[in-house]
């Protein structure tokens, strides 16, 4: 599967790369050629939008996510403003001009489908978004951590140095993607990271999840994991009343990363519920004990909810790891290492 996720890495590079740097115009037969195509795509990708909406409307209203709104709103954009434009193709004598058409209305495309330059466009933004991260976590690493004592840290460091200064930031990427996965998932404590770099992760996800889509997406790695959406939205009702990130504690913060499937670390997440589950025994802040003179009781409730959601880890981590070899936490951080400066 790596093999499969780099051959098309290489393409969709190549492709951008041809994009960006040709200076040749396309024939205007060619681009007629390519606008219909598209249009065809479209009307295709159309009827798909169309049977998930009415999927969507099967649903509870209290049970909508995020995406459901969004994918709701879109296919009503489409249908108001490209169905004009499919009845004018219905026309038999102005049905003829559709060529014509497409040249001067390339934007009647359903907002769904995402064009090459789109793509290119959108993964540049992505970039500059998530490009904060990695800034985040080069001043963590240097306020936070003791090259002497703590060495995992190093080999990340050094490995984002090698990327950020190399002249072929792609190939050095694609050649390294195990490696850079592997020691982020082994090293990056979630549960040590200061609450600045954790709000950053939250208000990037939703630019670096475009990454992990589109991969997911074009790559057709979506048929070896199961239910992919459950793992960036699965807490997006909960998202959807705590609209204000600024105000959400640190525990909060790093749950709601774990419910979404990024960082996935049993270690991690044991000591952050353990450390709210002291918590949760005060009945004052300023109350203070002593841990040798008094025993700490946890309620039952407490227990029985940090098993559930250590079990819930466990099952979505044993899928993961049975079908995909890149993880989520590569995916949020590698934007800002797909464009150079």
């Known amino acids: 599967m790596e093999s499969l996720f780099l051959l098309k890495l290489n393409k969709i590079i190549n492709c951008n790369s041809r994009l960006s740097s040709s200076r040749v115009k ?10 219909l195509n598209h ?3 479209g009307s295709k990708l159309l009827y798909q939008n169309y049977k998930s909406v ?3 409307r099967k649903k509870d209203v209290n049970s909508l996510t995020r995406i459901d709104k969004i994918g709701f709103e879109q296919f009503r954009y489409d249908i108001r403003v490209g169905g004009p434009f499919v009845l ?3 026309i038999p004598i102005i049905g003829y001009s559709a060529p014509i058409i497409a040249l001067i209305a390339p934007k009647y495309l359903p907002s769904t489908l995402i064009m090459p330059k789109q793509k290119v466009k959108f993964l540049k933004d992505d970039a500059s978004s998530s490009s904060l991260i990695i800034d985040s976590l080069i001043e963590f690493s240097q306020r936070k951590y003791n090259y002497e004592n703590i060495h995992g840290i190093i080999s990340i460091m050094e490995f984002i140095n090698q990327v950020s200064n190399s002249s072929d930031r792609f190939k050095e990427i694609i050649s390294s993607i195990p490696l850079y996965s592997s020691l982020f998932n082994k090293y990056v404590s979630l549960s040590s990271i200061d609450r600045k770099h954790l709000l950053r992760i939250h208000k990037s996800v939703l630019h670096s999840s475009f990454i992990a889509d589109y991969m997911l997406t074009n790559y057709s790695i979506e048929n070896y994991i199961e239910k992919w959406e459950y793992r960036i939205l699965i807490d997006d009702k909960q998202l959807k009343q705590l609209t204000n990130f600024d105000k959400l504690s640190q525990y909060e913060l790093v749950l709601s990363l774990y419910n979404r499937g990024l960082y996935l670390h049993l270690n991690d997440m044991g000591k952050v519920l353990e450390y709210q589950q002291i918590n949760n025994l005060y009945k004052f802040e300023k109350k203070k004990f002593d841990i040798l003179n008094e025993i700490i009781e ?3 409730n407490i227990i029985n909810d940090w098993k559930e959601l250590l ?3 466990i099952q979505i981590h044993d899928k993961l790891s049975k079908s995909n070899r890149i993880s989520t936490s590569f995916l949020v951080h590698i934007g800002a290492l797909l464009s150079k400066e």
């Open 26 to 35: 396309p024939s205007i037969i060619s681009r007629i050629r390519y606008l």
């Open 39 to 41: 249009y065809w795509l």
């Open 54 to 56: 009415q999927e969507i």
């Open 88 to 90: 004018l193709f219905s």
């Open 298 to 300: 946890i309620d039952e």
């Open 311 to 313: 079990y819930k880890w």
